[in-house]
Every structure is written in C-alpha cells, then in structure tokens.
C-alpha cells in the first residue's frame, strides 16, 4: 500500500501561481513514476504532469511552459510549480504513483485523496 500526503491548493486568481506537493510512503519501489492528474467539473481525469526516479518528465501540452514537476527521491517527493494559472486549471489535482521496472508499468496505480484548485477573479 502506498499513502499520499498532499499540500498547496487553494484559490488564486488568473496569472497567479501554486505549488503543490505529495510525499508518498508505505511500500515504495526504487524505482517508480509519480506526478498530477487533474479532474476539472463535468471532465474525465486527465494527466498533467508525471516525473520517473530518473528525472524523465512528461508534462500535458495544456500546461506545457507554465507548470514545472520537480521530485526529492529521498523523501518520496514530488512538486508542482504552477505559474500563470488560468481559469481551465480549475479543478481537483490528485496525486498518482505507480511502480516501474525499466520502461514498463507494474501493479496497480495509488492516487491521492486529491487538491482543489481554484483559478478565479
């Protein structure tokens, strides 16, 4: 089992920035990808952000040039730096781990409890 705790949403208003921050723990493999998917009102879920232990990043074109995902392996730790926030950013961010070996995906994914952001004047 793998527990989130998760940090930094809030209300801010367009142009503005957030960071967020999950630390995972519990039964964590060496090697794993962890990052942000994002559920707006009425929408499926969506990825935002995801980074490997080796620092290979992936990053929705929505956010591209705006959002930066950042990690601390030794603390099981993952970062979201959200700058020009817009009101489409509006949504509820839930933090995602899952276990990897080489390029391949292993078990099931954790997520968290989620964040809500909220972009509005």
């Known amino acids: 089992q793998v527990q989130f705790v998760e940090s930094g949403g809030g209300l801010v208003q367009p142009g503005g920035s957030l960071t967020l921050s999950c630390a995972a723990s519990?039964?964590?493999?060496?090697?794993?990808?962890m990052g942000w998917y994002r559920q707006a009102p009425g929408k499926q879920r969506e990825m935002c952000a995801t980074?490997?232990?080796?620092?290979?990043?992936d990053l929705a074109d929505s956010v591209k040039g705006r959002f930066a995902i950042s990690r601390d392996n030794a603390k099981n730790t993952v970062y979201l730096q959200m700058i020009s926030l817009k009101p489409e950013d509006t949504g509820v961010y839930y933090c995602y781990y899952r276990r990897r070996s080489g390029s391949l995906y292993i078990g099931n994914a954790y997520w968290g409890q989620g964040t809500q952001v909220t972009v509005s004047s």
């Open positions: 519990g039964s964590i493999s060496s090697s794993y990808v």
């Open positions: 980074i490997t232990t080796g620092g290979n990043t």
